[in-house]
């Protein structure tokens, strides 16, 4: 990692802080570093583009089966995936893949989720489309309650990988808790580093199948005031979908409908109308989407009592895809962190920007060395 591109993204400060070194000398070795977070409902991807800006971008994590036929005879737009081949058979993945989805291609919603045939097709996936044929250090993520399983993700992820004739070359895997990538993605954007690294930080990371949240002092993880537990986005889909089902009399369970059109990637709330369709009717999400409540609070309390005393918290940062659905309640349960509750724009690409960033740093240092 060059010390020119560093600089566009980190400050001497905070660099010379996380390497614990006075003085920075000149790198000049381009070291490729990338990011990747497979997670429940997307898997989210970073690299360095064009000017040395950090471009990130994403895909459902639902591999479908390439169909065995191609039916448009180049009468319509083609679909944005990439073709993975894996135990015999030919995956797409992308943005498109909903389009050639059956209702029996669906997410994996389980803590065996890295062992899976799933997992290794969305990794080549992301590597596919970040398009960098060599990483020198690519930064992987796990929920909270998975990290024992860092040393297999390592495996699985390192070496090289033939994607669609051509050659991926992953000489490093570095893999750390998912929502510890917000806090870098925060500590360093907002050029607080020194203050985040001697206070204790909360941050709130609710996924697509698991609620997370971590208690740090400093940059280190306290584990006896972290968790995890089933109850993101996957539930809280459940939880629309049973209200829509019971309001119009019918059985309903599109999940991937709703997620689709709750659009998370740019979420602003219940504001403006979010339709769907069933049997032709349309169905505003908004007035279903309360029905939330409940399952967000159950969330909100384990976690509560997983933390105890939070008047040693000095922020909150409000991480994850959905957390501008969670926004609300938990700015209930904290009415005391109100000035210091930080809740990321970003909230989706949080953890995975946070990544790329550290792994500039550690890439940096390793350089250095």
């Not at 080549?124 to 040393?151: H, R, T």
């Not at 992953?170 to 870098?184: E, T």
């Not at 697509?208 to 280190?220: C, E, Q, R």
């Not at 926004?327 to 990544?355: A, C, M, W, Y």
């Amino acid at each position: 990692m060059k010390t020119s591109l560093i600089k566009k993204h980190i400050s001497d400060n905070i660099l010379k802080g996380f390497l614990k070194v006075t003085e920075l000398p000149t790198v000049e070795k381009d070291s490729v570093v990338a990011a990747i977070d497979i997670g429940y409902g997307f898997t989210k991807y970073a690299t360095i583009g064009a000017g040395g800006k950090i471009d990130t971008n994403l895909f459902p994590s639902m591999p479908a089966l390439s169909p065995q036929t191609d039916l448009s005879g180049g009468f319509f737009t083609q679909r944005d995936t990439k073709t993975i081949s894996s135990g015999g058979t030919d995956w797409e993945v992308g943005p498109d893949v909903g389009e050639i989805a059956t209702k029996t291609d669906v997410r994996a919603l389980h803590e065996d989720f890295i062992k899976s045939e799933q997992w290794k097709i969305l990794l080549l996936g992301a590597l596919a489309y970040m398009g960098k044929k060599k990483v020198d250090y690519l930064v992987l993520g796990l929920p909270v309650n998975n990290m024992k399983k860092s040393a297999e993700m390592i495996e699985l992820a390192k070496g090289d990988h033939t994607i669609d004739g051509v050659k991926y070359t992953v000489n490093n895997v570095l893999v750390i808790p998912q929502p510890l990538g917000s806090l870098y993605n925060y500590a360093v954007k907002g050029n607080d580093f020194e203050r985040f690294s001697k206070t204790n930080t909360l941050i709130i990371d609710p996924g697509y199948l698991t609620f997370d949240f971590l208690v740090t002092k400093g940059f280190s993880v306290n584990a006896h005031r972290s968790g995890a537990r089933p109850g993101g986005m996957s539930n809280i889909l459940n939880a629309i979908s049973t209200s829509i089902a019971k309001d119009l009399g019918i059985e309903y369970d599109d999940a991937n409908e709703i997620d689709d059109a709750l659009n998370l990637k740019d979420y602003d709330g219940v504001q403006e109308a979010r339709p769907i369709f069933i049997y032709g009717q349309e169905v505003d999400l908004n007035k279903h989407i309360k029905a939330t409540v409940p399952v967000i609070e159950t969330s909100l309390h384990f976690m509560l009592n997983k933390i105890g005393d939070n008047k040693d918290v000095s922020q909150i940062i409000m991480a994850g895809g959905p957390n501008k659905i969670f926004e609300r309640s938990i700015k209930k349960q904290f009415p005391h962190h109100s000035k210091g509750l930080k809740t990321l724009d970003d909230g989706i690409f949080g953890n995975v920007t946070g990544f790329m960033l550290w792994g500039m740093m550690m890439a940096h240092g390793e350089t250095m060395q």
